[in-house]
């Protein structure tokens, strides 16, 4: 049963340090998504990488957040310096985009984060 | 920019009801739109996928419409089970042949409770 993974499920830091968060695309998916669950904003698209490619970031805070994608099996999102605003669950998602458009997203089970 | 509403944010109906979520969007230029499940600290789970091109797709108990000219799309449940408590998402990517076309703006969905 192929899913999506994310690693840490939950982490708690304080303000300032740097955090990282794995996914581990299906095997096959050429797109990779990062969303950011919040309460108030709902699920906001922060970063989206296409073939490995980052094809639109445009919702991510560029100053402390970057998102890559070191090899077709992993995709990082990286939070440096943190601060709790930041706190939220981060899914990310994967998903295979055939000639005539995307079709369904997987998405994994989340990283829960809290800056204190 | 395209926004997505959902109309109750929570909803509580008796089991075996039948009951309707709604979701509207503001940009009619969408090129399908997706329905999603997310149970209580897990990922999101695609349900039904509508191309812009049909008007209904259909899922077991789970039926979803799409009136694009109007900006509407309606989940319909028949039957409910307190295994439908969740909450439902609906999202919709920007029709649109540049980068970032796949993004998907979602509603911040409606929490439903089946009670037995």
């Known amino acids: 049963d192929a899913r999506v993974t994310q690693t840490p499920r939950h982490k708690v830091t304080e303000m300032g340090q740097e955090v990282t968060m794995r996914c581990q695309p299906i095997?096959?998916?050429?797109?990779v998504f990062w969303y950011r669950q919040t309460m108030m904003q709902g699920l906001e698209l922060l970063a989206y990488f296409r073939n490995r490619a980052p094809l639109d970031d445009s919702g991510m805070p560029k100053d402390r957040f970057s998102a890559e994608m070191p090899d077709a099996t992993l995709a990082t999102l990286k939070i440096q310096p943190s601060e709790p605003r930041d706190s939220a669950v981060y899914f990310c998602?994967?998903?295979?985009?055939?000639?005539?458009?995307?079709?369904?997203?997987?998405f994994g089970p989340g990283t829960r984060l809290l800056v204190l | 920019k395209q926004e997505v509403t959902q109309i109750p944010a929570a909803l509580s109906v008796p089991e075996g009801e039948n009951l309707v979520l709604n979701c509207s969007f503001t940009d009619s230029a969408i090129y399908n739109l997706q329905w999603f499940r997310q149970d209580p600290g897990k990922g999101l789970t695609s349900l039904l996928l509508i191309q812009s091109s049909q008007r209904e797709q259909t899922s077991g108990r789970l039926n979803a419409s799409l009136d694009k000219s109007s900006g509407r799309s309606t989940l319909y449940i028949a039957a409910s089970q307190p295994g439908d408590s969740a909450t439902y998402l609906c999202?919709?990517?920007?029709?649109?042949?540049?980068?970032?076309?796949?993004?998907?703006?979602f509603g911040k969905g409606t929490k439903l409770s089946v009670i037995p």
């Open positions: 998602a994967s998903g295979w985009e055939p000639d005539r458009g995307i079709e369904t997203q997987y």
């Open positions: 095997l096959g998916h050429n797109t």
């Open positions: 999202a919709v990517p920007k029709e649109d042949s540049g980068a970032g076309s796949y993004q998907l703006t």
